[in-house]
């Protein structure tokens, strides 16, 4: 049986034209609108994020000079650190110093021994055992030096007995601990407390 719209009534011609138009037009809208509306938002939202982007990377750009700056100031302060927590710890020049401010105090070094180290997270502690010979004026001067010296100092277990053999230049002896602190090149893991024994120089 042949089927043929010119055999159907004028209303089923228009219905049956209806129809083939509507399932053209859900073939259209289900295979090619749909996919491209979600490609399309798929772009919309990918160009949103390029321009935030950009919008960030142009103000971070403006922003370029003042890190440029701060990066400056923190190197300065690194290298004004680096002079109160030296990077390596020089016992020769230590010492040297603290003859240096001992003889302008008339003060007498008798023994001068660095202490194991104690290492911390950023910096390691440096013990050193001083023994002074001198008077009590003559201590208070050395250890007013020694509060301004560029290196941090800190004195410590301070014992002053009297000279047995006292003479108007050595009326006491004095011990105390001398800790200064050295600077580590890469910050140690938690809260060590790992020792090393630092170098011992000749008495002086």
């Given amino acids: 049986m042949e089927l043929s719209l010119t055999r159907l009534p004028w209303y089923g011609q228009v219905g049956a ?24 938002e798929s772009r919309r939202v990918q160009l949103e994020g390029l321009k935030k982007d950009i ?21 300065a302060r690194l290298n004004n650190l680096k002079a109160v927590l030296p990077e390596e710890k020089d016992a020769a020049d230590l010492l040297r110093r603290m003859q240096t401010v001992a003889a302008q105090s008339n003060l007498t070094i008798k023994s001068f021994k660095p202490a194991p180290t ?18 009590y004026h003559n201590l ?5 030096r ?18 047995p053999k006292p003479d108007p ?10 800790t200064t602190f050295v600077l580590l090149e890469r910050p ?13 120089p000749p008495k002086a």
């Fill in 55 to 75: 919008t960030m990377g142009m103000t971070t750009a403006k922003k370029l000079p003042e890190f440029r700056s701060q990066v400056g100031e923190l190197e």
């Fill in 188 to 200: 140690q893991p938690g809260k060590a407390t790992g020792r090393g024994a630092a170098p011992a």
């Fill in 146 to 163: 020694v509060s301004k010296f560029t290196r941090i100092v800190n004195i410590s277990a301070l014992d002053v007995k009297a000279n």
């Fill in 17 to 40: 034209f209806l129809l083939l138009a509507l399932s053209g037009i859900g073939a259209f809208v289900y295979y090619y609108e749909w996919p491209q509306e979600a490609e399309f």
């Fill in 118 to 135: 104690v290492t911390k997270q950023l910096h390691a502690e440096w013990p050193i055992n001083l023994e002074l010979a001198g008077t």
């Fill in 169 to 178: 230049n050595s009326t006491i002896d004095a011990t105390c601990v001398a």
């Fill in 140 to 144: 208070a001067l050395f250890f007013d």
